[in-house]
């Protein structure tokens, strides 16, 4: 998110415009936490991970009382516009928002390592979570090729199989679970089954956590009975997936994400976010991205099945 804390805030002055950063999201908002931002401000931030302005979920401003106040101070700071830069919640906040206060443009920038946004092909932090991931699990794959172990990486991905569809690629799991396709665990003994035959040494499988089955520890209880020959282990991966360096790709992004939003505001935009599509910056309705759901290439999961005999 620094990268595009930094494009919002540079471009912004080069317009001759000010800039206040606000502190812990919405929460911020409320209790006025900002401070005001200067080219220097941003100035070596690029290589670290998360954000300098830090983030906060906000229950008070769920409520229209605490939306009222977090108006006002924006008023008081004489904000004529705000860039939000976050995932579902953080955009759906922004719409209610400019639902109920009109002159106040929010524009939308998504920032969620689950990269399950709707209406843009990438989101901010995904390539960074993605690359964590896969250097972990080339990792495990050494263990599990020597000692003839059958690992379940559980990585994140509550409600979507990004990170597990596309990590399993580039890591040649054997097998991929994901929540929004039903019934692959019920056809995980069949393919186990068939990688006996063919004597092989050792099996990743990829679960996302919120996978229907309940998890990679649930997964690897029901496999183990009927597999002795596999020393089964889980490996939950965990929270090392929000954090680290952001990768080259990443820092680009947000970076042109940052710009782009500022871009919109000159442009007299409001309510609508700033994405990716075929690799260009594009505005979508903040409506749209938070009506829509994203949904997974079908082929991948096809091309999984192939690669993995």
Not at 100 to 125: A, C, K, R, S, V
Not at 181 to 207: D, P
Request: glycine share 10%; net charge negative.
């Amino acid at each position: 998110m620094n990268s595009a804390i930094r494009g919002v805030t540079r471009t912004a002055i080069y317009y001759g415009l000010q800039v206040v950063g606000i502190r812990h999201g919405y929460h911020g908002m409320i209790h006025n936490d900002m401070v005001e931002l200067q080219a220097n401000s941003v100035s070596d931030i690029l290589d670290r991970g998360g954000t300098i302005l830090k983030t906060a979920r906000s229950k008070e401003f769920m409520e229209p009382e605490g939306r009222r106040l977090a108006y006002e101070n924006l008023k008081a700071r004489e904000v004529d516009a705000v860039v939000v830069i976050g995932g579902d919640g953080s955009l759906t906040g922004a719409r209610v928002f400019c639902d109920e206060y009109f002159d106040i443009p929010f524009i939308g920038i998504p920032g969620t390592i689950d990269n399950d946004i709707y209406g843009t092909d990438y989101t901010i932090g995904y390539d960074t979570a993605l690359n964590t991931v896969v250097e972990a699990v080339d990792k495990i794959r050494d263990t599990a090729g020597s000692h003839n172990r059958l690992f379940f990486v559980e990585v994140m991905g509550r409600d979507a199989g990004f990170i597990a569809l596309n990590s399993g690629i580039a890591c040649g799991a054997e097998a991929i679970l994901i929540p929004e396709v039903h019934g692959e665990a019920r056809n995980l003994k069949e393919y186990l089954q068939k990688g006996n035959k063919r004597k092989k040494s050792s099996n990743i499988i990829i679960v996302a956590e919120g996978d229907e089955s309940g998890g990679a520890f649930a997964i690897a209880e029901s496999v183990k009975e009927d597999f002795s020959n596999y020393d089964v282990r889980v490996s939950v991966l965990g929270h090392i997936q929000r954090g680290g360096t952001p990768s080259a790709y990443d820092r680009v992004s947000g970076s042109k994400l940052g710009y782009a939003a500022v871009e919109a505001l000159m442009d007299d935009q409001k309510s609508v976010m700033v994405g990716f599509h075929n690799g260009e910056t594009d505005l979508v309705p903040f409506r749209k991205v938070i009506k829509l759901k994203k949904k997974v290439d079908p082929e991948k999961m096809q091309m999984v099945e192939i690669l993995s005999v």
